[in-house]
Nanobody, 125 residues
Framework: QVRLVESGGDSVQAGGSVRLSCAVS????????MGWFRQAVGKEREGVAS???????SYAPSVEGRFTISTDNAKNRLYLQMDSVKPEDTAMYYC???????????????????RGQGTQVTVSS
């Protein structure tokens, strides 16, 4: 059974940094698409970043240059480093994974098969 658990959410001031971590278990690595998406109160889900097994990375335009996605397959971890955060980054952040790597993109991260329960990031101005 695939299980994802996010951690690292925090309340920070604008301009600060947050590092999110996602512990992945029960997922057989090989071909995959992994990513992060977020959902703010009253808004639709928004794909943030994705990474494919062969290393290709994609970011939403709203976070390009500020966020960095990475993996540590040996530790079964997925990370999202968030720098220069803005109040509009405030949301619940979710990690997600899927064996279907074709079409993997930041936008698709919100539709991947397996996802965690989320971790809250709040950015104050």
């Amino acid at each position: 059974q695939v299980r994802l658990v996010e951690s690292g959410g925090d309340s920070v001031q604008a301009g600060g940094s947050v590092r999110l971590s996602c512990a992945v278990s029960g997922f057989t690595y090989g071909y995959y698409c992994m990513g992060w998406f977020r959902q703010a109160v009253g808004k639709e889900r928004e794909g943030v970043a994705s990474i494919v097994n062969y290393g290709s990375i994609s970011y939403a335009p709203s976070v390009e240059g500020r966020f960095t996605i990475s993996t540590d397959n040996a530790k079964n971890r997925l990370y999202l480093q968030m720098d220069s955060v803005k109040p509009e980054d405030t949301a619940m952040y979710y990690c997600a994974v899927d064996h279907e790597w074709r079409g993997c993109s930041a936008d698709r991260a919100k539709d991947l098969t397996y996802r965690g329960q989320g971790t809250q990031v709040t950015v104050s101005s």
